[in-house]
């Protein structure tokens, strides 16, 4: 049996409802994917269903063959594919198939990352106890991916709406992070 | 803490970042043909201004991405940043 990197925490996060809806939505579909080619990106894009972000710290979203697919940035000519659970190796089949002989890379890395929906009117400012990036929606508007550190942990945070943050975070520190994010929300729980 | 502009990334704190050392160090061309002296002045010796220093980041907890920034060695202050590969900007101190 396959347990999710946060499994035991799921109730302690649910605990936290009242400052914040933190859930952990476990063996999502991620691809590393290193391209730099426009025409391999395009391509990969109608592959997907999802044009590729073109501006830096961003993500764009849509839907296709795969479902709800997402693609986000993470530096210069390296994307991360994310979709529903059990679909990367098809993902990573038709991506290969649409990068073609352009040097590049498709690389299933779905195992590293664990995904933490986070939502409530409090999330930017529980953030902010270990956050340095300014969530403010006017300097992180929704569709913004930054990959930065959380107290000292690496991760990747979207902004997916208003008060509402999507973070994928290493499944070897997930723990450490729901930790972390149980102690940030304990001064909120104790007026809430 | 001092925020460093990442070329791609804006603005994040410095504690994201790694330090290269001095930047255009270029590989000697013809390796094999360096005495040890010679190899001795490529690898350890470095210039140690007072003053406006070009050097290499790596903005490791964003992009991974290595670049080039003239940092001031006196007051910290990073004066320009740019790609690795463009030449460094000139700059006033």
Redesign the interface.
Known sequence: MTVSPLAAWHDRLAALATVLDVAEVPFRSQLTVRVSDPDAIAAMGSALGVPFPSA??TFASGTGRFGDVEVLW???G?FLVTASPGLQVTIEEVSRGALGTVGGSVVDTSAQRTTLVLQGPLARQVLAHGC??DLHPASAPVGTC????LART?IVLQVTGEDRYTILVRSSFAEYFAAWLSDACAEYLAVA | MQLIPCPWCGPREEAEFHYGGQAHVAYPGDPSALTDEEWARYVFFRENPSGPFAERWSHNAGCRRWFNAVRDTRTHDLLAVYRVGEPMPEVTA
Do not use: I
């Open positions: 830096a710290c993470l530096g210069p390296e340095s990036v930054v990959q930065t550190l690496g």
